[in-house]
């Protein structure tokens, strides 16, 4: 039977506090010389085929994620050739069937930018800063995020841009198996269609902690792992292991602009981990499909 547990109180305050900042930001943001973009909603559909990031196929459970967001961006120009760029979101997903995943979130990313001229091809270097809250019904994931990173992002023609970044991040969360340290690194290629839109292309590395849950106790994992603990939002008889592990993300896509404030975005995303126990290799595959519908206004 699945846990169900109420979102706490202090989670729901502090996020609601979050959406009336981003409500007000943008008045904020534009008393000063700064670049407000309009606030973006989102509504995404979605499939994961492997929620509980398992190699083993009688552990493999799949549902449908369905997601509504709210985001907004600033720039603030600081010098000559530097600026602030300020992200804020708030988000709520729910699942079909394994209402112990439904999570509500907000956060807030920051960004120091250079850019060395306004030349076409001249790169905007940044360092990044970003903090994510999630509050689960399954309490167990709740927790908090953050991450410190730099990038580069340089457009090589007028169709084609690209992007690269390296970062670590820390995650802490209320059940010890589902915090997570993590280094990675990521590369973004957009190439923009004109009237059709943009397609975009990425792959990610990461090194750090994986969690598999899997139907009934594996010893060889418990003997590995960082942590274990039942895995509530499956039901009895599940249970999770963090590990070390490495982890490779493959992500593809396309934008399709139906007017000047509204798109649709197709989106698969693969993830490929593995990580080494005494007797053995422990693989998972997990694939994600996605339609979003976004508004700006």
Not at 23 to 39: F, I, K
Not at 107 to 129: C, E, H, N
Not at 164 to 181: K, P, Y
Request: charged share 20%; proline share 3%; net charge positive.
């Amino acid at each position: 039977m699945v846990q169900k547990k109420k979102y706490g109180l202090r989670a729901s305050v502090r996020l609601a506090g979050l959406c009336i900042a981003l409500h007000l930001a943008g008045p904020a943001v534009a008393a000063q010389p700064a670049q407000v973009d309009p606030l973006q909603l989102e509504a995404t559909i979605g499939w994961d085929d492997n929620l509980t990031r398992s190699g083993d196929a009688a552990s493999r459970l799949g549902d449908r994620l369905h997601t509504v967001s709210a985001s907004r961006h600033a720039v603030i120009p600081l010098a000559e050739h530097v600026q602030a760029g300020v992200d804020g979101f708030i988000s709520a997903e729910k699942l079909a069937r394994y209402e112990g995943l439904d999570r509500l979130a907000g956060g807030v990313t920051g960004q120091l930018q250079y850019r060395r001229s306004a030349a076409f091809d001249a790169p905007t270097f940044a360092l990044i800063a970003s903090w994510q809250r999630e509050q689960y019904r399954s309490n167990q994931r709740t927790g908090s995020r953050f991450a410190l990173g730099a990038s580069a992002r340089q457009s090589w023609t007028d169709r084609i841009d690209a992007f690269a970044a390296l970062n670590a991040s820390r995650r802490h969360a209320e059940d010890s198996v589902f915090d997570q340290r993590e280094r990675g690194a990521r590369v973004r290629i957009d190439y923009s269609a004109g009237k059709l839109g943009t397609m975009y292309a990425g792959a990610e590395h990461r090194r750090g902690d994986i969690v598999t849950t899997s139907l009934g106790f594996e010893s060889d994992y418990a003997h590995a792992a960082r942590a274990d603990a039942p895995d509530a939002a499956f039901g009895p008889g599940f249970h999770a292991y963090r590990l070390d592990g490495r982890t490779t993300i493959w992500t593809l896509g396309w934008s399709l602009p139906l007017n000047s404030k509204q798109a649709l975005d197709f989106s698969w995303r693969q993830v490929l981990s593995s990580a080494s126990i005494p007797a053995e290799t422990v693989q998972y595959r997990s694939t994600l499909y996605s339609l979003a519908y976004l508004l700006q206004f």
